[in-house]
């Protein structure tokens, strides 16, 4: 079982009965007492007045349904009842430890039958489990805690080399079961869903409510002209969101595609999809040509290869890889985060630029394909490619245009519309030639009007605008009410040169020869050691007749004026010195 998951709160429950729900049966109740209040007065001089009532009744469930759609919590209180056992639960609400890491989430509570182990009673015990963020958590029962899924990533090195999983028949369907496929399962973007959320935001709810008082009062041409205006903007603003997450889902297919790839199994080399290795495989890596993705983290087992992890790292330099079996201590644990090991780690998303077999290693046969032997350690979102990919879905809640300052000023604005609203209300309750219903909602519209209803129209029309102009320069924004926030930043800090500028270097001279810090230029350096180590001391390579290495060893190559050829030599001037 993997490690536990810092999270703050695990709450079980089960949903309630349609008509028990908090958010129904108080209502209900509510209903039928004001609809009997207004039937026994229909006689009163003040009839108008005891339909308000029902009016409010119906605003309150309204607010309600519109909470349960804002806050998770919320909804968890009034649809949900907890109970003590988690037996007894088909749900849970999470509740991360960290709340820029998810929000809070009602995840459903999947059982299984576990055919690998028996009770006391011989009977097939239950895997009980949830996903959270495209993560499974799986209950342990030693302590009755809900852990992360285990990955073959700690066990010694030689342990890969000597044990091979899948070689008998049954044991890869289980570990299907477990750890899925190999895939970003990223959910086209529906533009319903999208409308509606934008549609249900609070101040796009306020403007609507606003739309429909003036109707009320017989305001129809302006308030369908500003209706007409609400939509057509969030139509935009919805449309463009749409565009968005689509090309951020096609980046994530286009990072991993489903190409052919051999994998031992039975004892034998089988062709498969790469969509299709399970953690635990033995496979082949070879390069197909330029862009060939590596489909998930694997250990490398024998040969060698060199990646391009700049997805990852940003990094333009590529990277040597090498076989766990030059390491010199192969009874150490493997572990992704000790830096002596990512030399042999491959990590889904990077580009493999090279790969080449190990002909003296002969720990297993070779693949059909010759190419190098890898050991699956994880897939799907597990991997350090997935992890970046759940950052970009989950990494923190949607920031909206009406939070911090505009609440406050709304706030302010409020007070006094309450204050206008509470005058006109004394002086006309008391007059019995004015319609009470009229009243109510010249009140009601008085309060509305202390806060701009074209303000969330104004803020739409200004995000589109910005979109339009980012758009234009090639960004994408998948949260387009980011933006108004953005507008405050005064201070923006990059955490290394090739992110705004170019990662071309030139050679402008050698010091510390001498004690007197003197720059000698490359065409003058006195001493014929030091120009040795600068060019002949080196990890350049070359990749499809292409030198690439570290861009300060290639500026110091060409700044002295040397050359490196195929055959691993620097030379300068008829001499050599070997790479």
Known sequence: MGKGISFRKLVHAVPLPLGLRLDILPFGILYAAAVVLYLSKLDDVYTDLYFIPIGLVGLLQGLCFLLCYWSTSFQFFMRYRTVSELKHASVVKVVPKDLHKGPV?????????????????????????????????????????????????????????????????????????????????????????????????????????????????????????????????????????????????????????????????????????????????????????????????????????????????????????????????????????????????????????????????????????????????????????????????????????????????????????????????????????????RLMLSCIIILTSAIPPELPTELSLAVRTSLNALRIFGIFCTEPFRIPAAGKTEICCFDKTGTLTSDLMILEGIAGLKPNKQMYEPNLIPDVYSIYAITGCHALMFINDEKVGDPMELAALEGMNWAYTKSECSLSRGNATKG
């Open 105 to 437: 989430e009602i995840c459903k509570i999947e059982r299984q039958i576990d055919t690998s182990t028996t009770n006391s009673n011989n009977n097939s015990e239950l895997i009980i489990s949830f996903y959270y963020q495209k993560r499974r958590f799986i209950l342990d029962k030693s302590d009755n805690t809900f852990k992360k899924l285990n990955f073959p990533t700690n066990h010694s090195l030689s342990h890969y080399r000597s044990n091979l999983y899948y070689q008998s028949p049954g044991t890869l369907e289980k570990a299907k079961d477990k750890w899925g496929s190999n895939m970003f399962e990223i959910p086209p973007p529906i533009f319903s869903e999208l409308f509606i959320e934008q549609a249900l935001a609070p101040f796009f709810v306020f403007q609507i409510g606003c739309i429909l008082l003036w109707c009320l009062d017989e305001y129809f041409l302006y308030s369908l002209t500003t209706l007409g205006m609400v939509f057509l903007l969030e139509f935009n603003v919805t449309k463009t969101r749409e565009q968005n997450i689509k090309v951020l889902r096609d980046m994530a297919i286009a990072a991993q595609p489903k190409q052919d790839m051999y994998v031992y199994r039975q004892h034998r080399w089988l062709k498969i999809k790469s969509y299709e290795l399970v953690p635990g495989d033995v496979c082949s890596i070879v390069r197909l040509g330029q862009g060939t993705v590596c489909p998930c983290d694997m250990l490398l087992l024998s040969g060698t290869c060199v990646v391009d992890e700049a997805m990852l790292t940003g990094e333009s330099t590529h990277q040597p890889k090498e076989s766990i079996r030059h390491n010199p201590d192969l009874n150490e644990l493997l572990s992704l985060s000790n830096p002596t090991h990512k030399i042999h780690i491959l990590y889904g998303g990077t580009t493999i630029s090279k790969a080449e077999s190990d002909k003296e290693d002969n720990f297993l046969s070779k693949p059909p394909d010759g190419g190098c032997i890898a050991f699956v350690l994880r897939t799907g979102f597990y991997t350090s490619q997935g992890k970046l990919m759940r950052t970009i879905l989950y990494s923190s809640k949607r920031v909206t245009a009406d939070t911090g300052e505009a609440l406050a000023f709304l706030g302010c604005l409020s007070i006094f519309g309450l204050v206008a609203s509470g005058y006109v209300f004394y002086n006309g309750i008391f007059d019995e030639t004015r319609s009470k219903y």
